[in-house]
Each structure stands twice: as C-alpha cells, then as structure tokens.
C-alpha cells in the first residue's frame, strides 16, 4: 500500500468517516493486501460489539407476486415465466413453529409487493405472532407502503423492516428501476421506518449494471450518516429472464471489501453475510463473516415454493441455506471460530 493509501484507512478507522472522493479513491486502490488488511479490523470491531457470534433469522418468503418490474429482480412483475405463489398466513405460521423450535428467535417475512398483504391481513398475522412467539422478532422486507401502513405494523408487533435503497445515487437508480419507481419514495420510507421506532435495514447490490467506485461512494456516505440498524450487501447476480440477463455478476473480493468498511465506519451495524454471496462463492458465508459481518439467514420457507423466490440465477436455498440444516451451518461457523447462538441479536445501541 502506498503511504497515501495508508493514511487514509487510518482515517477511515480513526474518524469511522471519509469524504465521497476519498471512498473513491480507496475503492479504486483496493488490492488482495488492503482487502485482507480491512478484513482483520472490521472482524476486530465486530467482536469487540458482538462477540465471536452470528445471529440467524428464518427467511420467509411469502410471496413473489409483484406490482413492480426492477429490473435487475427475477420475480419482476414483466417476467411471465415465474411461476407465482402466496403463502396463506397459516402456512406462515407453520413455518414459524417450526423455526422457533429449530432455534431461531427472529423471523423475517420477505415478499415481492403483493397487494393481498393488506394492513389488516398482516396486522392481523403480527399479533398472532407476537402472542404466540413473545420472546421473538419479527422484521418485515415488503418494500414500499405508506407511512401510515408501516404505522399500523409496527403498532401491530413488527420490530425491523429492511428495504434496501439499492444505490443512493438518483440518476443510478432510475436506470435500475422503471419509470414509475423513485429514489426519493425510496428515501422517504426509509425516514418514515427510522421514525416510527424501527431497527432499519437499508442496502445495496455490489457491481449492480453502470455502478462506479462513485456510486459505491455515495453508498458508504449514505450508511454513514442515516445509521441503518442493519445493512444488507449483496453482490448483483443477472438472472435469466430479465434485461439484465448478460450481464456481469458482482464479486466475491468486492463485496467482501466492502463489508469490512461498513462494519468499520458503522460497528453497531446487523450485517448479514447474504444468501447472495454464498451463491457466488461456496465459502461466501464464511468469507463474509471474516470480513466483518454478523448475520446469517437461512430460509425457512416451505420446501415446494423455495425454487420460486428466484430473485437471480442459481440462488442457493439448500444446503447450509436451509433452516433444517442448521446443523450444517453451525459446524462451517465453528470452523472459523464462531458460535451460531439462539437470541433475538437485537442492534446494540
Ligand atoms: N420487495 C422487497 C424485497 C425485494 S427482494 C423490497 O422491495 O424490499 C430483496 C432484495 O434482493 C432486493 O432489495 C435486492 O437488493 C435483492 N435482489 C433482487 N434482485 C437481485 C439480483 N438479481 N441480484 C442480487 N440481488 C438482488
């Protein structure tokens, strides 16, 4: 590393803060000696706040019908060759059970945008939850509704909600999304989650099509001042059926780098190794929890509907990936030194 590049991992660990052109510079500079050199900080931090742990949380992904047509995602409402699903809330609830006494004390339901999910049908589900489960968490990945309907479900017992803002640079995002999604919706419901009291996860696709070392800049200066509670990073995968079918899927290396600044800036921060980087990389869960990261998700959806939540090509759901595996997962963590526990692994503050 040259003496420059030196001094600005020193401020970046110092100040947990660098300007944009400065992330630039140092995602530009990024080589196998820096990327492992940032590796051993951010695991350093993260188990001086977290300890030698990982926090797991069942996946439920309850449905891939979507109003919406991303076009990076591969249950995108234009794709007709997805073969649609919804799970009923007593379906969700059987995945639960089974979770809780598999270990896990968070759950997440994951869907596309699907409108059946009325405010009362889910309300309805959370104080079913809420009541049978008391002890556990429940975070929502639904992506955008109103203020008033993330009111509602955060009365209702919702704990985190996790929306990725999937790149903080406007123009980026527009050429992500169709014309009828914005960037400042997106922020917007970030604001209003952060302010009616929930754990937030914000995030974004590593090497998603036309992203710069500029746009992942503005990514990590996003992090650094809205503090999300959790932050999912994952590398971009093309999946088959949409426009971005050829192109170049994000890497190993990169999205590792990059967990380890996240984690280094931000040390309080729930950051999941992603079933995204253990698609690409059959060791990526491990790898991301040596760089840095605290989380794992393994899915808990029924069994005949895994194959349809298809958000990209090849994307694992067995294996270590499975919830009924855990076993599996919590061997490959111990390998490396690290204990799965059963807790809620709230934010520390
Ligand atoms: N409808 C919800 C959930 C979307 S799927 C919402 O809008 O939040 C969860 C995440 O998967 C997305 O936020 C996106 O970042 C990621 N994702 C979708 N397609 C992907 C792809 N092709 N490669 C990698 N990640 C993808």
Redesign the pocket.
């Known amino acids: 590393m040259t003496h420059k590049q030196k001094q600005l991992i020193q401020k970046l660990i110092d100040t947990r803060s660098l300007t944009t052109e400065e992330y630039t510079q140092l995602i530009q500079a990024q080589d196998t000696k820096m990327r492992a050199y940032l590796a051993g900080i951010a695991r350093k931090i993260a188990d001086q706040v977290y300890g030698k742990t990982v926090f797991i949380r069942g996946l439920i992904e309850i449905s891939n019908i979507?109003k919406?047509d991303?076009l990076?995602?591969?249950i995108r409402a234009g794709n007709k060759d997805c073969m649609r699903y919804r799970l009923t809330p007593d379906e969700i609830l059987t995945c639960i059970h089974e979770g809780y006494r598999l270990g896990f004390r968070t759950f997440v339901m994951?869907?596309?945008?699907d409108a059946w999910f009325t405010d009362a049908i889910l309300c309805d589900l959370l104080k079913t939850i809420k009541k049978q489960y008391p002890d556990c968490a429940v975070t929502l990945?639904?992506?955008?509704r109103g203020e008033e309907s993330y009111r509602n479900l955060r009365m209702a017992g919702a704990d985190r909600y996790?929306?990725?803002h999937?790149t903080a640079d406007k123009p980026h995002y527009q050429q992500l999304h169709p014309k009828e999604m914005s960037f400042d919706t997106r922020m917007d419901c970030l604001q209003s989650l952060k302010q009616l009291g929930y754990q937030v996860g914000c995030?974004?696709?590593v090497q998603s099509p036309y992203q710069t070392a500029e746009h992942i800049a503005k990514d990590l200066k996003f992090i650094e001042t809205f503090q999300p509670d959790m932050c999912?990073i994952?590398?971009?995968?093309?999946?088959k059926d949409?426009p971005?079918y050829n192109q170049m899927a994000g890497t190993l290396e990169m999205t590792c780098f990059l967990l380890s600044i996240v984690r280094i800036i931000h040390p309080y921060v729930l950051l999941p190794a992603t079933t995204?980087l253990g698609s690409i990389d059959a060791q990526g869960r491990e790898k991301g929890v040596l760089s840095g990261a605290n989380v794992v998700m393994p899915n808990l959806s029924p069994a005949n509907v895994r194959d349809k939540y298809m958000?990209?090509n090849n994307k694992l759901s067995s294996g270590p990936e499975a919830a009924q595996n855990l076993q599996e997962l919590k061997q490959r963590m111990a390998a490396i030194g690290y204990e799965v526990v059963v807790a809620r692994g709230d934010v520390k503050r």
């Open positions: 979507c919406n991303c990076y995602c591969g994951q869907g596309g945008e990945s639904l992506g955008e996790l929306l990725r999937e995030g974004f696709m999912g994952g590398p971009f995968i093309p999946h949409t971005f995204a958000l990209y």
